[in-house]
């Protein structure tokens, strides 16, 4: 019963759309009507500012975060739920049940499991979000490249074969889920972090 709570806690708490709540609540705007119209803090950044995206941000990390530290105290050393907990959460976040299972690209909630998971890991995946970002002012490919090497990252740092498996699953579901930013890049229409417009 209580890894069933577990799981159903952790798909509810990832599907609440905190980028949606403070755009209305903030500056009263639905920022799925504004810029690319995703819900992450990456649109919030465009939509409402710097202020509102980094809270957005931390909330959408804690997301991830709080289920995967709850799991390891019920499961204790149960690896596979501890990674059920994570990925059910992203999974709220991007098919959210509040928002007709739509949502967000998963990637900072995706943070927040890492950092539950092993916080080496994490830091060295933001690390590489943030050089690849600089480099190229492209959050998509930030992410992408990001999602993408967590998997080796892991499985060097870490070893638990249940972390593995849940890196190798999120960067596949974070890159499909980047797909129309792909074609966005492809066509050179993608919008340069630090730029203004779409």
């Known amino acids: 019963m209580q890894i069933a709570l577990l799981l159903i806690g952790s798909y509810i708490l990832g599907s609440i ?21 995703n819900i992450g ?3 919030a950044l465009r939509a409402l500012g710097p202020g509102p ?17 709850v799991a390891k105290q019920i499961a204790h050393d149960q ?3 501890v990674v059920a907990a994570g990925m059910i959460a992203i999974l709220g976040h991007s098919l959210s049940i509040f928002l007709r299972f739509k949502g967000g690209k998963g990637v900072a909630t995706s943070l927040g499991v890492l950092i539950g998971l092993n916080p080496v890991v994490a830091g060295i995946g933001f690390g590489i979000w943030l050089i690849v970002l600089l480099l190229t002012r492209y959050v998509s490919v930030a992410s ?6 967590i998997p080796i990252v892991m499985w060097k740092v870490d070893g638990h074969q249940a ?12 890159i499909v889920k980047h797909r129309s930013n792909m074609v966005r890049l492809i066509q050179g229409r993608e919008h340069r972090w630090g730029k203004k417009g779409k």
């Open 144 to 149: 992408i490249i990001a999602c993408a090497s």
């Open 41 to 43: 803090a990456t649109n």
């Open 53 to 69: 995206a980094a809270v957005v941000m931390a909330l959408d990390v804690l997301k991830g975060l709080i289920p995967v530290l």
């Open 17 to 37: 759309p905190f980028g949606l709540i403070i755009g209305k609540a903030w500056r009263g705007i639905d920022i799925r009507e504004h810029g690319s119209g």
């Open 79 to 81: 690896d596979w739920i």
């Open 163 to 174: 972390y593995i498996v849940f890196a190798l699953l999120t960067a596949v579901f974070v």
